[in-house]
């Protein structure tokens, strides 16, 4: 069987003897600060499976952190990718235009769900790049020098984006930061004080979020808000819609800058090819979006949208950079949309998350460390604590982990307290996998409680 449709099996203990060979080498020449966590060498991957070193197969729930949502080695991306690398690799776009950055952002630019009439969108190599740069074009555009940021938000590693991101163990020891980066209280409704549901808790959040104008900077200091549709690192935690439409009519009154980082939710995770469409639906759509990971199905590629009006007026030479629209890149980019197009992947996104989350919903009737079920679409992750207190249990989260692992399925923490199991598995998985993947999973949640 083909190792695309094929189920996971895993020989005997990990890693095996060919993957421990490169582990030791990777332990000798990378540097330990760059984390790992699995004990597994990659060999081949298709669709949503991964073969490794020693033949052992993995179903993949992580997929790269949000990069594999298309599937590995989808045949018309190597194709496209394959006969691009026949023509040319780069070419600098401040010098010799790349057709293919054209022919994708054309397609692109009307896709994204920004505000305005005339979408621009600008290419470039990393989530964090993506989001330096929105936040420059908002600089640009309204002339200020602050932003504000939220509690649980991961927006990258370089100077900037490590200051915007909440946890701390990724800046340690990384100061000076920029200045005039301000945080506000993610509307994190499972931790809300009081147990505050509903409006309550939305309004709640918002004169949290007005606090910031009183104590830190003066709103029309603040040229943008960042927010994560459905917060990654910081735990799979979606922001209400309800507080999305506030904070946008927040920054219509104040003439603050709405950016979207859609680094994680982008390219139908969601359930729909941006998670901002359902805002625009609903008469709230965001000012830029930013987008990176699975937009070229694996290969360095990320970029940023917004109104023609706001990119003209960013003064030239302040936005861009080398790498900007690879050529390889776009030309796995193009394939992505219409894969997505044809197959339906947001569709796929919707059924895969349904029953997810009634399974979930299911189990947590009879397990009490199961907290809380959540996401938007097919970004979902499972909170496991330890007591009616809430209190999180990430001890419980590493034991689920590594008996998945070695039973062949590919899981990962994720928030604040890293007591949250993500899922981010390709979306063309199998159902025959998919449920394989539930069962796997239950047994270790059975096998550790
Ligand atoms: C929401 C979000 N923004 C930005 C980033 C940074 O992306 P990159 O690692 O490509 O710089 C990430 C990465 O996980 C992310 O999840």
């Not at 809300?192 to 910031?212: C, F, R």
């Not at 690192?233 to 979207?260: H, N, Q, S, T």
Request: aromatic share 10%.
């Amino acid at each position: 069987m083909s190792l695309r449709n094929s189920l996971p099996k895993v020989n005997g203990t990990l890693p095996g003897p060919k993957g421990a060979t490169v582990l030791e080498r990777r332990a000798k020449y990378l540097p330990a600060a760059i984390k790992s966590a699995y004990p597994v060498v990659i060999e081949r991957a298709e669709g949503a499976m991964i073969e490794d070193a020693d033949g052992n197969r993995f179903l993949d729930w992580i997929g790269g952190v949000g990069v594999m949502n298309i599937g590995y080695s989808i045949p018309e991306l190597v194709e496209a990718v394959q006969a691009q690398s026949e023509k040319y690799f780069h070419s600098m776009m401040n010098i010799t235009t790349n057709p293919l950055y054209i022919d994708y952002i054309e397609k692109l630019a009307p896709r994204l769900p920004v505000k305005g009439e005339h979408t621009q969108v600008m290419l470039a190599n990393s989530g964090a790049e993506a989001d330096e740069n929105a936040i420059k074009v908002a600089k640009a555009a309204t002339g200020r020098p602050n932003i504000i940021v939220f509690t649980g938000a991961f927006h990258g590693r370089t100077s900037l984006t490590m200051t915007m991101t909440a946890k701390k163990a990724y800046s340690h020891g990384m100061g000076p930061f920029p200045d005039g980066v301000y945080r506000a209280e993610y509307p994190y409704l499972y931790r809300a004080p009081g147990n505050l549901e509903g409006d309550a808790a939305v309004e709640y959040y918002i004169e949290k979020l007005k606090q910031v104008f009183d104590n830190a900077s003066p709103a029309e200091h603040v040229a943008a808000i960042v927010f994560e549709p459905v917060q990654g690192e910081g735990g799979f935690v979606p922001a209400p819609f309800a507080w999305v439409k506030a904070v946008r009519e927040i920054c219509d009154e104040k003439g603050i800058m709405l950016i979207a980082d859609e680094v994680q939710t982008g390219f139908a995770r969601s359930g729909r090819l941006f998670a901002s469409e359902y805002y625009k639906e609903n008469g709230y759509p965001v000012d830029i979006i930013t987008f990176a990971k699975s937009v070229a199905g694996g290969i360095p590629l990320s970029g940023l949208g917004a109104d023609k009006a706001l990119f003209d007026k960013v003064p030239g030479g302040t936005i861009g950079g080398t790498y900007n629209g690879n050529a390889l890149a776009c030309a796995s980019a193009l394939k992505v949309l219409e894969v997505m197009d044809r197959d339906d992947y947001p569709g796929r996104a919707l059924a895969l998350s349904d029953r997810y989350i009634s399974q979930f919903n299911e189990w947590k009737k009879d397990i009490p460390e199961i907290g809380d079920v959540r996401g938007l679409g097919a970004m979902m992750g499972v909170e496991f604590v330890k007591d009616d207190k809430k209190t999180p249990n990430p001890e419980l989260v590493g034991k689920i982990v590594s008996t998945a692992l070695a039973n062949g399925l590919l899981l990962e923490s994720a928030g604040t307290y890293g007591n949250v199991i993500r899922f981010l598995c390709p979306l063309c998985v199998t159902d025959e996998q998919f449920e394989k993947g539930l069962e796997i999973y239950y047994n270790a949640i059975k096998a550790n409680i």
